[in-house]
């Protein structure tokens, strides 16, 4: 080997000691008996390590775990503070129905009222075409029947109850039954209806 590699490797050598010695002067040891070495040396080796019992010992456990436990509470209190304001808005807005959603609402509920008006009309219309069949026949008792359901219908409705009054004149003629009750159909329609001549008609029937 040469003289010149010889030289050359010293140098190198040279040059690692004094990185390794610089880094040296830096370096903090952070282990245990280091700390434990300068606290010792701070207080001056007059250090009390006082023993614990275990009772003290549990109760100092159980004051770190009800300090937890306190903690805790109060953190979820807050963040409940905190949320509750989002929480209510949100079920606000989940809960309350939306303009459209109540013109919809609306909108559905007008036309069942319409469909079951629309029902009612048929069925008034068939119970007094079939109660004027029944008439035809001369079963006064299955007319009265049908036509007083068209009054349960529509009870304010005129046709309904004139018809009904009809059926009453005529079993009264026929069989003399229900004379009474037809009469005072008849007197109460003349009260709200004075001039129909129908009625007036179907009035002197019943006194006779």
């Known amino acids: 080997m040469g003289l010149g590699n010889i030289?050359?490797?010293?140098?190198?050598?040279?040059n690692?000691?004094?990185m390794l010695r610089k880094t040296g002067l830096f370096k903090k040891d952070q282990s245990f008996l280091s700390s434990r070495k300068e606290y010792l040396k701070a207080a001056k080796g007059e250090v009390d390590f006082k023993t614990i019992s275990k009772s003290e010992l549990r109760?100092?456990?159980?004051?770190?775990?009800k300090n937890r436990k306190a903690d805790n509470l109060r953190a979820w209190l807050i963040t409940l503070a905190v949320m509750a304001p989002f929480i209510i808005y949100g079920l606000h807005i989940l809960i309350k129905p939306s303009p459209q959603s109540?013109?919809?609402?609306d909108k559905t509920q007008q036309i069942l009222v319409e469909q079951k008006l629309t029902d009612d009309l048929n069925e008034f219309h068939f119970l007094i075409e079939d109660g004027d069949k029944w008439i035809e026949k001369r079963?006064?008792?299955n007319a009265i029947y049908r036509?007083?359901?068209a009054t349960e219908l529509f009870p304010n409705e005129f046709e309904g109850n004139y018809r009904l009054a009809l059926a009453y004149s005529y079993q009264c003629k026929d069989l003399n039954v229900d004379c009474e009750v037809g009469k005072k159909l008849t007197n109460r329609l003349l009260k709200y209806f004075p001039e129909e001549p129908d009625l007036i008609k179907l009035k002197i029937d019943f006194d006779k």
């Open 7 to 14: 030289e050359g490797m010293r140098v190198i050598l040279r």
């Open 16 to 18: 690692n000691r004094q």
């Open 59 to 65: 109760a100092l456990r159980e004051k770190v775990i």
């Open 102 to 105: 109540e013109k919809k609402n």
């Open 139 to 141: 079963n006064w008792s």
């Open 147 to 149: 036509y007083k359901q």
